[in-house]
């Protein structure tokens, strides 16, 4: 398939893919070869219709690899002031299958997650990793084994997994009577959002189980924040989670869901203290977590107005009342 073509035109503007062109702005191509049109970044090999690292191979979406080489072929424009316009218009239109979002301040208290799959399928979750942060120290960390409803494991070389290791582990939905606190009211964190909510909220449809109020936010943006405003961590080759984790010398043993948590939880750590004004976007699950944040006066009248508008579009029939 060739992401390309001008029929693809509406996935590019999806706020994900606009996110991974910025990422393909800082990104160089090692080799390229122009007449089979593929190319070489870092250990990645890459061509128009695929690419070798685990974003593609999770998502079967356009990665920053591929977006950088269609722009070295001029196939596609990478201009960091349109991405950002983009980005701004399409934001309140691709919410990772949340109900709406808002930007504040991080908060000391967060619980970060982190999960591994047995394959493609975003309901394959096989590992949960769980970090509790209070005051910023980290209190607690939870490790749990889910057997997933698929016996092929074709994400074993990427995370060590196997079938046989999870056979004998509860379901999700056995799991979820245990996890459940560490969703439902909290403020939840991951390392590269969008991945993870899109485990969670596909593995809760499969089993049934309604979705949790909480609010979520990207700890990657805020690194990536960080790094582009010249404050912290911006000599790093890329933000990926083990180049930050080797930056800071945090222990961590990549794609091991209770590893990858807590060294997720140490970094946002570190930019409390050392990038600590920053704000960044929360993401609420739910409607009730949009009332619950209105009630906290954490929502303007504005973009409650535009909430309201939103849901009018899309024929919600819930809207809360503008005080």
């Known amino acids: 398939m060739n992401f390309f073509s001008a029929k693809e035109n509406p996935l590019h503007a999806e706020y994900k893919q606009l996110k991974r062109q910025r990422s393909a702005l800082n990104l160089k191509l090692d080799s390229i070869d122009l007449v089979e049109r593929t190319g070489i970044i870092g250990k990645y090999k890459v061509s128009l219709e695929h690419c070798t690292c685990e974003k593609f191979f999770y998502r079967q979406k356009p990665c920053k690899h591929m977006y950088r080489l269609a722009y070295e072929l001029g196939l596609f424009e990478l201009d960091a002031e349109k991405i950002a316009a983009a980005m ?143 404050l912290c961590l911006a000599d790093l080759e890329n933000a990926q989670l083990v180049t930050v984790a080797k930056k800071l010398r945090l222990t961590h043993k990549a794609h091991n869901a209770l590893s990858d948590a807590l060294v997720t939880a140490q970094i946002q750590i570190y930019l409390s203290k050392n990038f600590p004004a920053e704000k960044t976007l929360f993401y609420l699950s739910t409607f009730e977590a949009v009332v619950e944040s209105i009630a906290k006066d954490e929502i303007s009248p504005e973009d409650i107005e535009n909430y309201c508008d939103n849901a009018l579009k899309i024929g919600q029939s819930q809207c809360p009342k503008i005080a």
Request: charged share 25%.
């Open 88 to 230: 701004k218009t399409a934001r309140g239109k691709n919410l990772y299958g949340c109900e709406w979002l808002i930007e504040k301040s991080v908060p000391k208290n967060f619980v970060v997650i982190d999960f591994e799959a047995a394959n493609r399928m975003p309901d394959s979750v096989c590992q949960l990793g769980i970090a509790v942060v209070k005051n910023n120290v980290v209190t607690e960390q939870k490790n749990f084994w889910i057997r997933p409803p698929y016996e092929n494991f074709t994400a074993t070389e990427i995370h060590g997994i196997t079938f046989k290791d999870v056979k004998n582990k509860p379901r999700f939905n056995i799991v979820w009577r245990r996890i459940k606190k560490y969703f439902e009211g909290q403020t939840v964190a991951a390392y590269g959002l969008a991945s993870d909510l899109n485990y969670l909220f596909a593995t809760l449809d499969r089993y049934k189980i309604p979705r949790p109020n909480f609010e979520a936010f990207d700890i990657l943006e805020n690194v990536r924040a960080c790094r582009e405003k010249n």
